[in-house]
Structure formats: C-alpha cells, structure tokens
Antibody, heavy 123, light 109 residues
C-alpha cells in the first residue's frame, strides 16, 4: 500500500544537527513533489519545506531557511531533511507528505502523510 | 505572506448536528489553491478538500467546502462520531508557500 515512514528523530542539544529520513513505498516516488511539515507539542501544523519531484526546486519557510535543507534520492525512494543549528523552538513532530501538485489549475493538496518522527531540542 | 485565520478556535456540537468552520485569508486567495485537512489525536493529517470545494478520494459527501476571495468555509452536514477532530485550512501561495491556518477543534458537546 501507499506509505511514508519517517525516521531519524531524537533528543538533540541546541546548536547541533540532525537528519530526518522518509522512505516511500507503494507508489512511484520520483513522480511526486514532497514536503516536510512539523507540529510543535499542542500546536498546529507548520509547513517547512518542499522539493520538486526531480529535486530541481526547493523552497523553505522563513523559520528554517538557511538552517534546514531538503533533499531526495529517487533511486532509494527517500526524502531527507538536514537540520542544522537546531533551536528549542524546532521541537516538534516532523511529518513528510506527498504533494499532488497542480492539475488543471487546481492545487490538489497533500494526500499521503507519514506517521511522524519526534525531534526534541533540549540541553 | 498570506495569513489564514480560522474561527472559531473550538466548536462544541453533538453527533448529528451541522458544523460550519471558517477560514479567512489576510489577502485574496485563489479558491483553486485552498485545501482542508482533518487531524485526529495521535494521527497524521488527512486531506479532505482541495480546490476549495472538491472532495479528496474516499471523503464522505457530508463534507463540503465553499468560498472565494478571502472567506472559505468547511461544512460537515451531520456530524458522525468519527468527525470529532481538528480541522486545518491550507493555501498554496506564491514563492511558493504552503500556509496552514491555526486549526479549529470540533469537540463533543
């Protein structure tokens, strides 16, 4: 079945780095744009980054621009998020999500989500 | 940057009642680029509506979306027990950006 599985979360000290992974299965990963979306404890959803299906374009929220890098390896069906200079406010559950793109001028939304991986930034 | 403001913050209703959730944008948004998601505790979000009014695959017809410009609405015609959850609107904007509203919690009265 169509599935996304995140990993790589954990407890990390402020200023350190962490790399998250998201492995896709059940669909042709290289056909889809992919996102990272996070959710701080008890808070709402916050979009962080998107990467085009072929990795040619990447865009970031202002809150992580310059610190986080999204990438993908289509040969491994894997999406990554390299997180540097981590701050306490980066503490959240991080979800990867599949983007259906724009079809006939309609944005189709994020239709498949992983279960999330938890990142805690604390000294 | 467009800000999406959802209201009310929470809604207390009984099963069988109608729920009306609002999403207001700080500037005009193309209705083609507005989506709604449902999230239950401990679960990932689920896509409900895209293009402001089109239901995603497998979404029951008691869920409907409408609106244009700066005002959008998600309506649940008759609440089922499984519909009590948090709902988020989201827009695809220039740059591109994928902004979410802060969410509306629909809880059991």
């Amino acid at each position: 079945q169509v599935q996304l599985v995140e990993s790589g979360g954990g407890v990390v000290q402020p200023g350190r780095s962490l790399r998250l992974s998201c492995v896709a299965s059940g669909f042709t990963f290289s056909n889809y744009g992919m996102h990272w979306v996070r959710q701080a404890p008890g808070k709402g959803l916050e979009w962080e980054a998107v990467i085009w299906y072929d990795g040619s374009n990447k865009y970031y929220a202002d809150s992580v621009k310059g610190r986080f890098t999204i990438s993908r390896d289509n040969s491994k069906n894997t999406l990554y998020l390299q997180m540097n200079s981590l701050r306490a406010e980066d503490t959240a559950v991080y979800y990867c999500a599949r983007d259906l793109g724009i079809v006939a001028n309609y944005y189709q939304g994020m239709d498949v989500w992983g279960q999330g991986t938890t990142v805690t930034v604390s000294s | 940057e467009t800000v999406l403001t959802q209201s009310p913050g929470s809604l207390s209703l009984s099963p069988g009642e109608r729920a009306t959730l609002s999403c207001r944008a700080s500037q005009s948004v193309s209705s083609n680029y507005l989506a709604w998601y449902q999230q239950k505790p401990g679960q990932a979000p689920r896509l409900l509506i895209y293009g402001a009014s089109s239901r995603a695959t497998g979404i029951p017809d008691r869920f409907s979306g409408s609106g244009s410009g700066t005002d959008f609405t998600l309506t649940i015609s008759r609440l089922e027990p499984e519909d009590f959850a948090v709902y988020y609107c989201q827009q695809y904007g220039t740059s591109p950006m994928y902004t979410f509203g802060q969410g509306t919690k629909v809880e059991v009265k």
